[in-house]
């Protein structure tokens, strides 16, 4: 069977293992139930997720244009503490900020490769730490707007990570590491702006289970920019990824706006 269209973030449902999907315009595919099975990627064009041109991809997603004039790709997306909706400051789209940052954001701990902090929207729990390959995590605190979150996330940078090495976390490689008593140890950590919406008697431990058969012991990064066509049996899903059977890994989100068809 072949299926076509635009590559967008794997689709996921919280279970386990998560279940995951590739939602294209007119069909959608069970990618557990290809594990264990050859699947065949190929390269067919772009097409922008904001414009719908069929115009290169430059980041997330987006053409080159629509990244630097669209509201969803604003420097605040992947800087929360730069966001200003709350003092009624635009940014590219004040009323599309405003829907985006004044809503409840929590700042949390995850552990894939390492301890990593970060922050989601409340509505993205748990598929920010899923989107991430964590095998747990733990909201820290729950505020009322993403500028609140992104400093609070700033101040834990100085003693967490803030971004996940792919390799470790796709060879499974994960140390031992109680999130609960991290979590207890923070509270003078978190600045004075937030220190009420810290409750150290909240416990939302979440544990997240991958479908995978086996974990590679070495990566190589598949590109479709270089990689046209390939052809691979499907191993297991983390994170984003796709892993095969020889060690090749696919970022599905690396790749959306990529026109492909899919052969199972």
Request: hydrophobic fraction near 35%; aromatic fraction near 12%; charge should be neutral.
């Amino acid at each position: 069977m072949t299926y076509e269209g635009v590559l967008t973030k794997m689709q996921t449902e919280f279970s386990n293992p998560i279940q995951y999907y590739l939602v294209f315009e007119n069909s959608f595919l069970s990618l557990n139930q290809l594990l264990g099975k050859p699947m065949e990627i190929s390269f067919l064009g772009y097409q922008c997720l904001n414009c719908g041109k069929k115009k290169k991809i430059f980041r997330q997603g987006f053409c080159y244009d629509c990244f630097m004039s669209s509201a969803a790709a604003g420097d605040w997306i992947m800087k929360p503490e730069l966001s200003t909706a709350h003092l009624d400051i635009e940014d590219r789209d004040l009323e599309y900020e405003k829907r985006v940052q004044l809503q409840p954001h929590i700042v949390y701990l995850a552990l894939s490769s390492e301890v990593k902090v970060g922050v989601t929207r409340g509505t993205q729990v748990p598929t920010r730490w899923i989107d991430q390959g964590a095998v747990q995590a733990i909201p820290i605190v729950e505020v009322p707007n993403r500028y609140l979150a992104g400093i609070t996330e700033v101040a834990l940078k100085n003693h967490y990570a803030d971004k996940t090495n792919w390799q470790k976390m796709l060879k499974n490689e994960v140390p031992q590491v109680d999130l609960l008593q991290e979590k207890a140890s923070l509270k003078y950590l978190i600045p004075k702006e937030v220190q009420e919406f810290y409750h150290v008697d909240k416990t939302d431990l979440f544990e997240i289970h991958y479908p995978v058969l086996q974990y590679p012991s070495k990566v190589t990064s598949l590109s479709l920019d270089k990689t046209p066509n390939f052809q691979g049996k499907l191993n297991g899903i983390k994170g984003q990824y796709l892993l095969f059977e020889d060690g090749t890994v696919f970022n599905v989100r690396t790749f959306e706006g990529y026109v492909v068809k899919i052969t199972v």
